[in-house]
């Protein structure tokens, strides 16, 4: 079984930063891909960065040149640093892995989410 643990959410105002973490533990061969979604209220879970471990990072263009992932292999664990952030980035954020399991091969995982909120 493998678990992904998220932190860092929090309340900023606009041009402010957070950090997001989220780490995984358990059964864990490998990880092949590492990425951040979120979801607002009233819409769809959008994708925010993704990388296939040993590629480039992909942002979505509504945060390039702001955000930043950054992973950690030997921790297993994933970061999400957001400077400048605007109203329109509250959403609860989502980290998912793609999982090499022991045994039962790639498996994907989601964080528990974390709420980031951003006042005017």
């Known amino acids: 079984q493998v678990q992904l643990v998220e932190s860092g959410g929090g309340l900023v105002q606009a041009g402010e930063s957070l950090r997001l973490s989220c780490a995984a533990s358990?059964?864990?061969?490998?990880?092949?891909?590492m990425g951040w979604y979120r979801q607002a209220p009233g819409k769809q879970r959008e994708l925010v960065a993704v990388?296939?471990?040993?590629?480039?990072?992909k942002y979505a263009d509504s945060v390039k040149g702001r955000f930043t992932m950054s992973g950690d292999n030997a921790k297993n664990t994933v970061y999400l640093q957001m400077n400048s952030l605007r109203p329109e980035d509250t959403a609860v954020y989502y980290c998912n892995m793609n999982v090499m399991v022991p045994g039962q091969g790639l498996i994907g995982y989601w964080g528990q989410g974390t709420q980031v909120t951003v006042s005017s």
């Open positions: 990388k296939i471990i040993g590629g480039d990072t």
């Open positions: 358990g059964s864990i061969f490998s990880i092949n891909v």
